[in-house]
């Protein structure tokens, strides 16, 4: 039996796990969950500590480097908790993404022999994403390099990202990768602006200083939008910095704050406010127009997400006599994507700014056959609706990481559509969701798409049809 703190040589590293960390096996058979290593590695790992049966550990060496490891592309790589797989070469990524999805259907809905299509990469692997949030902390996070200097760093606190894990400090950074470079000149100056006007920095621990976060959103037609978010009203030095970036950023199309006293930093329940230019910034995939508002949920991917809804519409046997459901629908983006192929489209949704935003993206777009409701999914696919529009003859399913409620689960199985097609973030929850299904559809195809480079996350489509 392994003992904490015990130094296991030569632990086979061969998956990625979540969290950045990696799964290993020692030569006696166990699992370890290593973080700072890639599938490939050979390492001597130090055990931290036991969690839900597996151990925990940290690489002390790598003595055989994977050949799959590549050089990270950002400086802030390893402190950052952004993008924890830049060190991993873009194919292995890949591979491994595959390979989650393809075990998460085995161990968890016991559905072995699934046909996949082969994941679909990202174009660009870098500034990939469309929105960012930023935090603002009174404790920055102190690089490996600054702590073994042993000088005393005075720092009135740091704008970025969280280092993995920790939700208290914050990494300042200087370039991040995820988002055009505006973004990185955006954080930069409102991070000068703060310091050198002795604004203070929130800090989550005491529930102390004004800055909190920032939203940085933007669009392939060229807006920009910004929303802070500050702890109090302090209203004179809420203006001098709105001014300041209203001035220097023509670029910046729709700014926005809050005033957030809570404990938490989830704003959709916030009065956000708009403060110069248009409430929404406006998206393009494919022939349709997005406005997107504050609150809205927009796939943070664009170049991929077209591709995502593409593939979607590829796999949907819709017919034009149809009536299609949309559940968990955003803004309506796949709603609308896929309203041409139908005679009815229905999306739910339960933040009631994104259906807001629906119905105004059905009229941009010149759409009068997609109807929209607000609520949760569990209580507002009721009778009502159905009577109303009728029996789905196919539902399409995207709802966050947690998945559906069991109850939502039932109430598909009842109204039996001919298929149902689930888009999932996680393949966990998607797995568990689709066990549930297996007595009455059968799974008759699989799209992952990657739409998150250099991260564990991954998207994947099912198609399954009815038995
Ligand atoms: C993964 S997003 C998908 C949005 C949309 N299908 C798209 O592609 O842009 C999940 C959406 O579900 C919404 N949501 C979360 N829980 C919900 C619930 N219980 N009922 C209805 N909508 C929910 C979120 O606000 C979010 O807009």
């Not at 996070?141 to 993995?164: C, D, F, K, M, R």
Request: glycine letters at 6%.
């Amino acid at each position: 039996m392994p003992r904490k703190k015990e130094l296991i040589e030569g632990v086979q590293i061969t998956g990625l796990a979540d969290k950045g960390k990696a799964v290993g096996r020692a030569a006696e058979g166990y699992v370890v969950f290593v973080s700072d290593v890639v599938p490939g590695d050979v390492a001597d790992v130090r055990l931290l500590r036991k969690r839900k049966g597996s151990w925990q550990g940290v690489a002390e060496r790598i003595t055989k480097p994977s050949p799959d490891r590549v050089e990270p592309r950002c400086v802030h790589f390893g402190e950052c908790g952004g993008c924890k797989w830049q060190h991993l070469d873009y194919q292995a990524q890949l591979q491994q993404k595959t390979k989650t999805i393809q075990d998460s259907f085995e161990r968890i809905a016991k559905i072995p022999d699934i046909s996949y299509q082969p994941i679909m990469a990202a174009p660009d692997t870098y500034q990939y994403r469309n929105k960012i949030e930023y935090s603002f902390s009174a404790k920055r996070w102190l690089t490996q390099e600054e702590i073994s200097s042993e000088q005393v760093y005075n720092h009135p606190g740091a704008l970025g990202l969280h280092p993995p894990g920790n939700f208290q400090k914050v990494v300042e950074l200087e370039k991040c990768w995820l988002q055009a470079d505006l973004s990185n000149t955006i954080r930069n100056f409102v991070g000068d602006f703060a310091r050198t006007h002795d604004y203070s920095f929130f800090d989550p621990l005491e529930h102390t200083g004004y800055l909190r976060n920032m939203i940085i959103r933007n669009s392939t037609l060229g807006d920009w939008m910004v929303v802070l978010s500050f702890a109090y009203e302090e209203e004179d030095l809420r203006i001098a910095l709105l001014d300041a970036i209203v001035e220097r950023f023509p670029e910046v199309t729709s700014l926005h704050y809050v005033i957030n006293q809570k404990k938490n930093d989830t704003l959709f329940d916030q009065d956000i406010k708009l403060y110069q230019g248009n409430p929404h910034i406006v998206e393009q995939l494919g022939d349709l127009k997005f406005q997107i508002r504050p609150k809205s949920f927009f796939q943070t991917n664009t170049l991929q997400a077209t591709r995502l809804y593409d593939a979607l519409k590829a796999m949907a046997d819709i017919r034009k006599e149809d009536i299609v459901y949309d559940l968990y629908c955003g803004l309506g983006s796949i709603t609308l994507y896929l309203a041409d192929q139908c005679q009815t489209v229905v999306g739910i949704e339960e933040v009631s700014d994104a259906i807001i935003d629906a119905r105004l993206n059905a009229q941009l777009n010149g759409i009068d056959h997609a109807h929209f409701y607000a609520g949760d999914v569990r209580h507002t696919l009721v009778e009502e609706i159905v009577s109303r529009h009728g029996q789905p003859d196919v539902i399409i399913t995207d709802p966050p990481r947690g998945g559906m409620h069991e109850q939502v689960v039932q109430k598909l199985l009842e109204l039996a559509p001919r298929q149902i097609l689930y888009v999932s973030c996680n393949p966990a929850t998607q797995a568990r969701d689709i066990a549930l299904l297996k007595h009455a559809y059968v799974i008759d195809n699989m799209q992952p798409v990657d739409m998150f480079p250099h991260t564990s996350h991954i998207e994947n489509i099912a198609s399954l049809r009815r038995i």
